[in-house]
């Protein structure tokens, strides 16, 4: 990993992340296969100006899928890496604040 930039790859804006997001004062995002949990805190930190309570990691595996028309056409999707994000109270990401 070059720099801190190329951690986040982008939010991930779902029904279960609008609901973690609401209840619970936590932002998911998709973020590079390399990055650690203290990298993930210091990325949201520095770009957001944010307090981070704490960081999970999920690595998602690669799933396959078939073709409407083929039906035994399989295709693979790949898995990537994802990270929940816990704020402190009071503290929003302006990028998610339009979704709700």
């Known amino acids: 990993m070059s720099t801190i930039y190329d951690v986040l790859r982008r939010p991930i804006i779902t029904e279960k992340s609008n609901y973690l997001n609401a209840d619970l004062h936590q ?9 650690t949990k203290t990298l993930v805190k ?8 944010v307090n981070v309570l704490r960081v999970n990691v999920i690595n998602l595996p690669a799933k396959r899928s078939r073709r409407a028309r ?3 056409l399989r295709v693979r999707r790949g898995g990537y890496k994802k990270a929940i994000v816990t704020l ?7 990028i998610f604040e339009g979704v709700k």
């Open 27 to 35: 932002y998911v995002f998709e973020v590079a296969p390399d990055a």
């Open 42 to 49: 210091d990325a949201v930190e520095l770009l957001f100006d």
């Open 70 to 72: 083929n039906r035994r």
């Open 88 to 94: 402190a109270p009071g503290d929003t990401i302006p």
